[in-house]
């Protein structure tokens, strides 16, 4: 999955962001690593609701009080564009990223990081809506796996509404993410360690 920075600075925030608009005008840079590295680098600028109340109240606090906040942490996160949901969606719903054989799970670590981020607030719902209405999306074989997974993290995003072109749609039940190696090494059988030499004994002596 995916890691949070643990300095989000607004330096680091500009320079994301710069690194995403031209992204957005090369039409994305998309190939068998930097695909995941980019999208994955961009979602990791991403600020939790916990990291706005330590700023704002010097305490983390938990995305069920996000409810009951009226101090001003959800307004500058809002205000200050401190989530790159939106960003990342809107690499997601190129055609040539929805081509790539990592899409379907870079739109579920999405998903997984957002709600865990700010439970279902609307940030990037205008986004997952126009992804999950791209041609190439819809006819992806995995897609109502990813309408399912989008409607629990985005519950309300215009598709998802009384008039949304998903409202009805039967999505299918989350598939279990690929394991990935945690290294060559650790993949690698074990071989067996050598069996050391006993002693060697002394050669028999010759009869005169």
């Not at 330096?11 to 994955?40: C, F, H, K, P």
């Not at 040539?96 to 990081?113: F, K, M, Y």
């Not at 205008?126 to 209405?133: Q, S, V, W």
Request: net charge positive; with cysteine; aromatic share 8%.
């Amino acid at each position: 999955m995916v890691r949070r920075f643990t300095d989000r600075s607004p330096r680091q925030l500009a320079w994301v962001t710069s690194l995403v608009r031209a992204l957005l005008e090369w039409g994305a840079a998309i190939d068998a690593v930097n695909y995941r590295n980019e999208t994955a680098l961009i979602l990791a600028a991403a600020q939790t609701y916990g990291d706005a109340t330590e700023a704002a109240y010097g305490e983390r606090l938990p995305v069920a009080r996000m409810s009951d906040d009226d101090g001003g942490a959800l307004d500058a996160y809002s205000d200050d564009h401190l989530y790159t949901w939106d960003w990342v969606l809107a690499l997601l719903a190129m055609p040539a990223a929805i081509a790539h054989s990592a899409w379907p799970d870079l739109v579920i670590e999405l998903c997984d990081a957002k709600q865990a981020a700010v439970g279902s607030y609307s940030f990037g719902d205008e986004e997952i809506a126009t992804l999950l209405g791209v041609p190439e999306a819809t006819a992806h074989p995995r897609y109502p796996e990813l309408v399912g997974v989008a409607r629990a993290a985005f519950p309300f995003a215009r598709c998802f509404g009384a008039s949304g072109a998903l409202r009805d749609f039967k999505a299918a039940p989350r598939t279990t993410l690929p394991a990935r190696p945690t290294s060559s090494a650790a993949a690698a059988p074990k071989k067996a360690a050598p069996k050391r030499a006993g002693p060697k004994k002394a050669a028999p002596k010759k009869k005169r």
